[in-house]
Nanobody, 115 residues
Framework: QVQLVESGGGVVQAGGSLRLSCTAS????????MGWYRQAPGKQRELVAS???????NYLDSVKGRFTISRDDGKNTVYLQMNNLKPEDTAVYYC?????????WGQGTQVTVSS
């Protein structure tokens, strides 16, 4: 079991920026796929962005060009830079790691974007 701790959430006005961080309790290996998901009230959890060990990324269409996922394996950390935030980005954001031991989730961090 890998512990994942997110930070960086908060309240921001529309058009603003936030950077989320997620630090794992163990070394991140190249085989690990890291991702950020979000869940808004009354909606299903959805994949926002993911990155594999080779640096290949995948984004939800609605965040393309605004969000950037990156990872620093030496620091056991994955980041989500969120720019030009919109009220519809308001949600709890969860970090996810998929590796040899299966899927692991963080506790979530709230992002609220005011109009």
């Amino acid at each position: 079991q890998v512990q994942l701790v997110e930070s960086g959430g908060g309240v921001v006005q529309a058009g603003g920026s936030l950077r989320l961080s997620c630090t794992a309790s163990r070394r991140i290996f190249s085989i690990d796929v890291m991702g950020w998901y979000r869940q808004a009230p009354g909606k299903q959890r959805e994949l926002v962005a993911s990155i594999n060990g080779g640096g290949r990324t995948n984004y939800l269409d609605s965040v393309k060009g605004r969000f950037t996922i990156s990872r620093d394996d030496g620091k056991n950390t994955v980041y989500l830079q969120m720019n030009n935030l919109k009220p519809e980005d308001t949600a709890v954001y969860y970090c996810n790691l998929v590796g040899w031991g299966g899927s692991n989730w963080g506790q979530g961090t709230q992002v609220t974007v005011s109009s």
